[in-house]
């Protein structure tokens, strides 16, 4: 069972970072790219798509990973107040969810209703949905950090 979990574990890290790598470096810079035109709106919308993906991944991540812990701690939650690698990992994850749930879904949330709004009216994209998708890559960026912090921990079980 444990194998079953960190296999699932290790895709789904696999998946945000290549996901990550992705959103970065290709649609954020094909929407950049595209600033001005038709061709704007729909990579906008392609990053938008991506969205869920990142929450079932997400969810992998989280799930996964406290049943690990679960299952090699009996179900004791010591871990939790004990400073390792380990707890680190897990306070890490937590705020990047209270973090992504209180500041990038909201962003996103707008973003997306600006976008319906720009191709219901056959516009292109607005000043103000452009600094919301900058400040959708700056704070996916900071997520992604912190999922690049755990990775880091989890391979070097650093203390």
Sequence with gaps: MMIILLLVHLIAVCAWVGGGIYERFFVLGAINHAKGTNYEVR????????????????????????AMTL???????NWLLQWSWLSLKVYIMIVIMVFGYAFINPLLNKVTEQIK???????????????????????????????????????????
């Design 71 to 77: 299952i090699s701690s009996q179900g004791s939650f």
């Design 43 to 66: 990579m906008v919308q392609i990053m938008l798509k991506a969205v869920p993906y990142f929450k079932v991944v997400t969810a992998l991540l989280i799930l996964s990973g406290l």
């Design 117 to 159: 709004l720009a191709i219901e009216h056959d516009q292109i994209v607005k000043d103000e949905t452009r600094a919301g998708v900058r400040r959708i890559g700056v704070l996916l960026d900071i997520a992604h950090l912190g999922v690049i912090v755990n990775l880091i921990l989890g391979v070097t079980k650093f203390f």
